[in-house]
């Protein structure tokens, strides 16, 4: 396979939105009305004082702005970017009922983004208590948890079986909309609170669960999800069959390929990742690329602005449309059977069921086919540690987060199933801050 060079393809990955220049962020602050009892914080799941900060870009304070927006969201450059403020903080504020809402993500960019630069000391370790706590996995749950618990005086250490720290943010987010840099700038501030992370240390083969239990007062279980499962279809085996959390990851790396240039892709699945990897082989030179899902668009799992921009970058929808064979030709796909579908009743998920359509067989020809229909979990390491879970969910106490282990707490994607809330880059951020919380409320009993 041939590289093609980073000034062929890499540009097509820098950030598409420029973010605000300095008039635009100054009259959009002034436009703010500073709430009382402001409904866009309560809308926030880590509750920043969207008031106060906005306030500081007015009067010039960005690095107030920026502490006051970091010390509720450990992950805050990252949210202002990926966050679905339509839903949440944007989606509360009382200008909707007269004109538009107050850009808040992009402000939050605006202030995030002059401490990225600028880098200013912004927060300093709590007072060494004598007591250590070890983490798994350093995405935003992770990062979160362990910023706080060296905020309050713990020995905390990360263990990450990547390259670099960040998870989510570092890895599994198209950079065109988070670039690494930011994620890289976020682990920094953790680090420069005495945190140590061990990249390249895979818990449960490099270090097992138990020595860790055993070394520590306490330990957090922040390790995310895997892999993309098998469609358990014939041909799944065949060259050209991607796994969309690869397909991303690679992009974020940096070594791109020329294996897409030219030809028509098709990603199964329909949630944020089938949009990423939609997004990322546009971006890597196919032709036509095409989303299949086995629903319609009412019941994607994919933010509504994902879906808006992959419908501008040209991506195609097929809805009610189940894959069941992909077609090969010396090793290589060459297209793909599908059946198509209609909605019946109601199922136990709340959501109308597929049915077949008999005889309503048809293919389609193709270079490529992405994976995207949700992850594994890791259910080895889940029973190393000896944790009850339900398919690889684990089992917490809904207020302290604690496992069936009382030394071992749990968030983040690990402990998200269908039910149990939304899972975001936000709520991973709060889940591990009320861990901390909740830690260091049982070890000062």
């Keep these: 396979m041939n590289r093609v060079s980073l000034n062929d393809l890499s540009k097509n990955f820098d950030e598409v939105n420029p973010g605000l220049s300095n008039r635009e962020a100054f009259e959009e602050a ?259 690329v095409k989303i299949l899902y086995r629903r319609t668009q009412a019941e994607m799992s994919a933010y509504q602005f994902e879906y808006d921009f992959a419908k501008q970058d040209g991506v195609e929808f097929r809805w009610l449309t189940l894959p069941i064979r992909i077609i090969g030709k010396n090793e290589k796909v060459i297209a793909l059977e599908c059946v198509r579908l209609e909605l019946g009743d109601v199922g136990k998920d709340g959501r109308r069921q597929p049915v077949l359509i008999p005889d309503s067989n048809f293919t389609i020809p193709v270079d490529g086919v992405i994976k995207a229909i949700g992850q594994t979990r890791y259910k080895d390491l889940i029973e190393q540690f000896e944790l009850e879970h339900n398919d690889g969910v684990v089992k917490v106490n809904s207020e302290t987060f604690q496992t069936s282990n009382p030394k071992v707490f749990a968030c983040g994607d690990v402990i998200f199933g269908k039910g149990l809330g939304e899972a975001m880059v936000v709520t991973a951020a709060q889940q591990g801050k009320e861990v901390a919380y909740a830690i260091h409320k049982q070890l000062n009993i």
């Design 30 to 288: 002034h436009r703010c009305l500073y709430c009382y009892d402001a409904p866009c914080i309560k809308a926030c799941p880590t509750g920043i004082d969207i008031p106060s900060f906005i306030k500081k870009i007015g009067s010039g304070n960005l690095k107030g702005s920026a502490k006051t927006i970091m010390s509720s969201n450990p992950v805050g450059a990252s949210c202002a970017r990926v966050c679905p403020t339509e839903e949440l903080c944007e989606g509360a504020c009382v200008l909707n009922h007269s004109t538009k809402p107050i850009m808040i993500g992009n402000l939050q960019r605006y202030a995030t983004d002059w401490a990225i630069k600028n880098n200013p000391v912004l927060f300093k370790a709590g007072q060494k208590n004598g007591k250590k706590v070890a983490i798994v996995g350093s995405g935003p749950a992770g990062l979160a948890a362990a910023r706080e618990l060296a905020l309050l005086g713990y020995e905390v250490t990360i263990y990450e079986a990547e390259d670099y720290a960040g998870g989510l943010n570092r890895y599994g987010i198209v950079s065109f909309r988070l670039p690494k840099k930011i994620s890289s700038w976020e682990v920094q501030q953790v680090e420069q609170l005495d945190v140590k992370i061990h990249t390249n240390t895979r818990v449960g083969s490099d270090i097992l669960a138990n020595e860790l239990v055993e070394n520590n007062d306490m330990v957090v279980l922040a390790i995310g999800m895997g892999k993309v499962p098998m469609l358990d279809i014939e041909g799944e085996d065949l060259n050209g069959v991607y796994d969309a959390i690869d397909i991303v990851k690679e992009t974020k790396s940096g070594e791109l390929t020329d294996r897409f240039i030219d030809k028509n892709i098709v990603v199964i699945g329909a949630g944020n990742t089938a949009i990423d990897a939609a997004t990322c082989s546009v971006r890597l030179g196919a032709a036509n």
